[in-house]
């Protein structure tokens, strides 16, 4: 019987065989060994002997039409037409010749303006989020933070001489989709939101009432039709709301500020996967270089590279040295912030999927 015939498929990710470089693709599966030959370029070996050499720069993730052009062109001329984005925005250049190696690197760090580097125990690429470009949420630039941050840590990023590797990451809101990492800087806001009735209308409710992570949003009648009400003494000032219904407005360009929360990790390597924890905040939102921001990050690494045993993460650092001397190094005042105590988390917290009206 003939296979029935399917509608080309236009949703979801593609297979991505089909985009790997034809080295990856003859070894899919079978490389036996690798190593970083120098800062930014690493070698993979296969079962058959065959070598391919991965270039890595760092790429700022907003990039013009013009930007990956030039791209595509180094691209096409040295690794048969293929590279690949990282998720952190690297990008990564794949060749057989070993030969291409340092031409390439000139045309990256010459031609395209983008440094080599990220690799091995160095400060890899920070993940950031949408910022003012794209997201309906952002409170702040992530990326121009980024921006400001990077140039901070450039040499870093270049060399291969730190504790260990270094993920730092940016996020334009507490919902921090820029991700746990060894430093992380999330806005904050100060208040609950500011609920406007008459842009608020019934199409989000139920999914604004279910989303709150407190039960501090409640179905309630605003002249004459369904509205919500915030209870203002519950509200943590997450900001989730606000992705639901651009009614619930909370950014603030008067009191919202930057914090930065050490120590979160992914990896189930030594001590395991662990949550970010704060160390700073009231950090002013402070645009277009975001200063004491890079400060507080500057001191931060300081004090890790001069502490850190080899090997060490940051959170692995001060989890082995104490909370207290990670204060009294870095300088950051400890407060009442600090400790967790937030008292509606143990009986409100909504752990249902469903949507209470
Ligand atoms: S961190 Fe928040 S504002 Fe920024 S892109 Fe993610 S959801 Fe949007
Ligand atoms: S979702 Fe967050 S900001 Fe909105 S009311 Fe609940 S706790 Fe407050």
Redesign the pocket.
Known sequence: MAAPKMAPRNQGAPDFKKFLHPAMARNYGRWVDHAQIKPGVYKHIAESGEELFTVRAGSPRTLSVYKVREICDIADRYCEGHLRFTTRNSLEFLTTEEANIEPMIDEIENKLGMPVGGTGRSFSNIAH???WL??????TD?AGAVKAIMDVLFEEFKMDDLPQRLKISS????????THSDISVI?QHHHPPKPDYEMITQCELPKVVGICPVAAIRPSRKSGRDSVEVVEEKCMYC?ACH?QCPGLEIRDAETDTLAIWVGGKSANTRGGPSFMKLATFGLPNNPPRWPEVSDAVRKIVDAWKEGAHEFERVGEWIERIGWKNFFDLTGFEFTKYHIDSYRFARTTFNISSQARR
């Open positions: 989020t949408q910022g794209h997201c309906n949420l952002p409170g992530a996020s334009c809101c507490q919902i921090n989709c820029g806005l900001g992705g």
